[in-house]
């Protein structure tokens, strides 16, 4: 079983509704992160949380929210969907340690808003 | 402001014929350089993490290593299965308390028959 789930793996959905993307993870680590990916802009930061009572925001969280359940889940609401929200979204996962801190990528949820 | 620069944004190969892809970063502190191998539609694959000038990692046809200013992805003898986008991300010592990674924006590699 993949050790970080992404539920949907595909959305459509209209301009104005409210959706939310779900992820999980089974790794055991601490934090949690939402990237978005779009063509020629790479992989940017939605938001990020080292734990369930720390979510920070990231580069570009105008739009969104989260929500951290669990240490396991961090899930990413569009509280009012746009059509330029429409891109690749992924959760990471890692554990912070003394070196390198490796992050972990789910499979992806591709969202497209009419 | 960590920046990435990847290049070439494409790669068209030919099976068996090697090369190099090149990343090229500012960072204030390296703590570490991490490439990922992506597929379409889904999500970056971890494949190695360098964080000393010099050092070396392989894995199969790959291998990655670094130098103060540029990581280079070297494939030896690649096959079409090794087509793929491979992204590099630094991560900074300083300024930041989590593992914030900066992405380049990818090089498209692929391989022909």
């Known amino acids: 079983d993949a050790d970080v789930t992404q539920t949907p793996r595909n959305r459509i959905t209209k301009t104005g509704k409210r959706i939310m993307l779900e992820c999980s993870q089974t790794k055991g680590h601490d934090r949690m992160y939402w990237y978005r990916q779009d063509p020629g802009l790479g992989l940017r930061l939605i938001y990020y949380s080292f734990d369930v009572k720390d979510i920070n925001k990231g580069e570009i969280s105008d739009g969104y929210s989260v929500s951290r359940q669990a240490q396991a889940k961090f899930s990413l609401s569009l509280e009012s969907a746009i059509p330029n929200q429409t891109a690749l979204y992924f959760c990471?996962?890692?554990?912070?340690?003394?070196?390198?801190?490796?992050?972990?990528f789910g499979p992806g949820t591709r969202l497209l808003v009419l | 402001e960590d920046q990435v620069t990847q290049s070439p944004e494409a790669l068209r190969l030919q099976e068996g014929e090697s090369s190099s892809l090149n990343c090229s970063y500012t960072?204030?502190?390296?703590?570490?350089l991490f490439w990922y191998r992506q597929d379409p539609g889904k999500g970056p694959e971890f494949l190695f993490t360098?964080?000393?000038a010099g050092e070396e990692k392989e894995k199969e046809r790959l291998k990655a290593t670094l130098t103060k200013k540029e990581s280079f992805l070297h494939i030896t003898a690649p096959k079409p299965e090794d087509s793929a986008t491979y992204l590099c991300?630094?991560?900074?010592?300083?300024?930041?308390?989590?593992?914030?990674?900066?992405f380049g924006q990818g090089t498209i590699l692929t391989v022909h028959p």
């Open positions: 990471a996962t890692s554990d912070p340690g003394q070196g390198p801190e490796t992050q972990y």
């Open positions: 991300a630094v991560q900074s010592a300083g300024g930041t308390s989590y593992g914030k990674l900066t």
């Open positions: 360098l964080y000393s």
């Open positions: 960072v204030s502190g390296l703590r570490g």
